[in-house]
Nanobody, 121 residues
Framework: QVQLVESGGGLVQAGGSLRLSCAASGRTFGSYAMGWFRQAPGKERDFVAAITSGDTEIYADSVKGRFTISRDNAKNTVTLQMNSLKPEDTAVYSC???????????????WGQGTQVTVSS
């Protein structure tokens, strides 16, 4: 089974950029759709972006045009490039794996531990 480990979170000023990475172990990485989700304190987990093994991408409206998801199946990694960050982007960001491309968190069965992103105003 795939295991996921995120990295790249941190503190950034509004308007800045961060690049999150998710490293996957396991030989079946290429068979999964990969997603990024975020959860702010006291709020539900929200969909951010997802990508299939064939590089079909979907995004939440709130990040479209600012965030870019990509994957490297040879390196077992998925990346979330975040530009023009806003204070409302502050959350714990988690990557997850699912059998199908989806915006629904419950369809993702494998999750990383998450990485904190804080955007100051």
């Amino acid at each position: 089974q795939v295991q996921l480990v995120e990295s790249g979170g941190g503190l950034v000023q509004a308007g800045g950029s961060l690049r999150l990475s998710c490293a996957a172990s396991g030989r079946t990485f290429g068979s999964y759709a990969m997603g990024w989700f975020r959860q702010a304190p006291g709020k539900e987990r929200d969909f951010v972006a997802a990508i299939t093994s064939g590089d079909t991408e979907i995004y939440a409206d709130s990040v479209k045009g600012r965030f870019t998801i990509s994957r490297d199946n040879a390196k077992n990694t998925v990346t979330l490039q975040m530009n023009s960050l806003k204070p409302e982007d502050t959350a714990v960001y988690s990557c997850a794996a699912a059998s199908l491309l989806s915006r629904v968190p419950s369809l993702y069965k494998i999750w990383g531990q998450g990485t904190q992103v804080t955007v100051s105003s």
